[in-house]
C-alpha cells in the first residue's frame, strides 16, 4: 500500500533513511550532525510538500519526498528522498512507488521532476535509468561534485 506519512512516522522513516543510505558510502554513513527525525517530521507536515511511504505488513518498506524546488521553474517538482528497506529491492515497492509519484505528480499538474544522486549509487542510477529518468543537460556536474543531477519528463507521458 503506497500512502501519506505520518508525523509519527517520523522516526521510522528516519531509520528506513539511515539504512538505505549507509549502503552506497563505502566508508559508512557520514556524520552529518543532522536530526533526521525531526527533518522527517518537518518534511511531512510541511503544506507545500508530500512524503508518501509504502507499507507491507504494517512495516514501512519504502519512503518518497517531494516538493517544488525553492526559486525553481513553474511546473517543476524535486524528488529530495527516495529510498526503499535494502530487505525489500528488487521486489516492485521502489516501482511502486515511484508510480504513486508520478501519478501525484500528473495530478498536481508537474511537467518535470528533477533529483540528484550520489555518484556512487549505481544501483539507484540504474533504477531512475528504468523508470525514465536522464541526465539534467542544465545541470551538469561540476567537476568533484558527489552528485548526478537527472530530469523526468512527467507531461504527457
Not at 513553474?74 to 528522498?81: C, D, E, H, R, Y
Request: hydrophobic residues 40%; proline residues 8%; glycine residues 10%.
Amino acid at each position: 500500500m503506497i500512502r501519506t506519512a505520518l508525523p509519527a512516522e517520523a522516526g521510522a522513516v528516519a531509520e528506513l533513511h539511515v539504512r538505505a543510505r549507509s549502503t552506497y558510502y563505502p566508508d559508512g554513513l557520514p556524520d552529518d550532525g543532522l536530526d533526521w527525525p525531526a527533518r522527517w517530521r518537518e518534511a511531512i507536515e510541511r503544506p507545500d510538500g508530500h512524503v508518501l511511504c509504502a507499507v507491507e505488513r504494517g512495516r514501512l518498506a519504502g519512503i518518497a519526498s517531494f516538493r517544488a524546488p525553492e526559486g525553481g521553474p513553474a511546473g517543476t517538482v524535486k524528488l529530495f528522498q527516495f529510498h526503499v528497506d535494502p530487505g525489500r529491492w528488487r521486489t516492485g515497492v521502489g516501482t511502486a512507488l515511484h508510480t504513486a509519484c508520478v501519478e501525484q505528480w500528473r495530478a498536481d499538474g508537474v511537467r518535470t521532476a528533477v533529483l540528484d544522486v550520489h555518484v556512487d549509487n549505481r544501483r539507484a542510477q540504474a533504477f531512475y535509468a528504468r523508470q525514465g529518468w536522464v541526465p539534467d543537460p542544465e545541470n551538469p556536474p561540476a567537476e568533484g561534485d558527489h552528485h548526478l543531477f537527472l530530469r523526468l519528463a512527467v507531461a504527457g507521458e
